[in-house]
């Protein structure tokens, strides 16, 4: 019984943080990830670009406990939207699961490498790398690019009032 009271009654709680996620998003289609970081414009592309940035905005999320709750409604909302995306593309309900599995386990990923890059411990070039062009190198300048761009976007949510930053006001 409890299960069925947590589904239903998260979805207008979960509402809440739907400005947070539609500010990643469009966070992430900004041209100059494209265009200047040589991000590649196709699905896998955005994809990648809404993970990095949703893997910061989760990393900064983390610091604080309470938001430990909107981080998870955060996540579950980029599950809802992961899942129409495919359906709308075409994918069927008989392996809809297995794509969204995937794309959690692509979003678990990312979170470990870039938590371990904006600690310091790793790269975050080659972080971006394996996690953003996939082990496709981009042209150095490109790479600086996002890497500068990422990093400092890392760094601004690091001073952002966390209230603030769940209204979805990013930096």
Request: aromatic share 8%; charged share 25%; proline share 5%.
């Amino acid at each position: 019984m409890s299960i069925f009271r947590r589904l239903f009654s998260n979805a207008d709680v979960r509402d809440e943080m739907r400005p947070l996620y539609q500010a990643v998003v469009a966070y992430a289609r900004q041209p100059h990830w494209y265009a200047r970081g040589g991000v590649p414009d196709t699905l896998d592309g955005r994809f990648d670009m809404i993970a990095a940035i949703l893997s910061a905005i989760l990393l900064r999320l983390e610091t604080h406990p309470q938001a430990r709750q909107q981080s998870v409604w955060l996540t579950e909302i980029f599950i809802d939207d992961m899942d129409g995306q495919l359906r709308q593309i075409g994918i069927g309900d008989m392996i809809v699961g297995k794509h969204i599995g995937k794309m959690m386990s692509a979003l678990g990923g990312r979170l470990s490498a870039y938590r371990t890059a904006f600690a310091g411990v790793d790269s975050l070039d080659e972080a971006l790398v394996r996690n953003l062009y996939r082990g496709d190198p981009p042209a150095a300048a490109e790479r600086d690019h996002v890497s500068c761009s990422l990093s400092a976007f890392w760094q601004d949510i690091g001073t952002c009032d966390v209230p603030a930053l769940l209204d979805g006001k990013l930096p």
